[in-house]
């Protein structure tokens, strides 16, 4: 088998697909959001913005289950519901900021090794 020159071999990557991550790179988006979370808890609190974001939502939740005790289990269903739901959305928005930043670095970092690799092969030519 003949061996194939420098200038023609390419880095193999599991998937070009800019949105494919690994267990690795999904476990670094999480420990990034976590890292995000608790700064956020130190200022102000993470839960306070999500609230705020979802103030429409909580408020009638809080209403609901003032001077309730196990009665508010079933009696707040519909609100808590819809709180949650809010919540999620939140939470689900800044995780998806936070995988859109990681994939935007990965790319760079990616078009530099593919750009030094290149300038290598070219100065071996």
């Not at 609901?64 to 196990?70: E, G, S």
Request: glycine content about 2%.
């Amino acid at each position: 088998m003949a061996q194939a020159d420098a200038s023609q071999t390419k880095t193999y990557r599991l998937s070009d697909d800019p949105s494919f991550l690994t267990n690795q790179e999904k476990n670094h988006i999480y420990r990034v959001q976590h890292k995000r979370h608790r700064r956020i808890s130190k200022l102000g609190g993470a839960a306070g913005v999500a609230y705020k974001l979802c103030d429409p939502v909580v408020k009638p939740y809080v209403d609901c289950t003032k001077h309730r005790l196990i009665s508010l289990l079933w009696a707040c269903r519909d609100e808590k519901a819809q709180m949650a739901d809010c919540l999620h959305e939140v939470a689900e928005r800044a995780r998806e900021e936070v995988t859109e930043e990681y994939l935007r670095q990965r790319q760079a970092k990616r078009a530099a090794e593919d750009a030094a690799l290149s300038k290598e092969t070219a100065a071996s030519s």
